[in-house]
Nanobody, 115 residues
């Protein structure tokens, strides 16, 4: 059974930092591209960041470029999202995903940024 478990969310003041983690199990982690989406209250789920299976290519939403960094540790089966200079409109539930021939999703972790 595939499981993606996010952690690291919380409440932070604007300008602060958080690091999200997503631990995967039940799949061959190194074969999957990974990434993050987020969903704010009343809004559609939106793309945040993506990293290829080898970690050599990353892609970001324009709204987070220069502030967020995605990385992965294939030995640990974990993908990370380092979030710096957080803004109130970064407040959302953050979901990680794993994608190869099909996609898997985690349950999400809440990030709240106060002004």
């Amino acid at each position: 059974q595939v499981q993606l478990v996010e952690s690291g969310g919380g409440l932070v003041q604007a300008g602060g930092s958080l690091r999200l983690s997503c631990a995967a199990s039940g799949l061959y982690f190194g074969a999957y591209a990974m990434g993050w989406f987020r969903q704010a209250p009343g809004k559609e789920r939106e793309f945040v960041a993506h990293i290829t299976w080898y970690g050599d290519t990353t892609r970001y939403a324009d709204s987070v470029k220069g502030r967020f960094t995605i990385s992965r540790d294939n030995a640990k089966g974990t993908v990370y999202l380092q979030m710096n200079n957080l803004k109130p409109n970064d407040t959302a539930v953050y979901f990680c995903y794993a994608v190869d021939l099909r996609a898997y999703w985690g349950q999400g972790t809440q990030v709240t940024v106060s002004s």
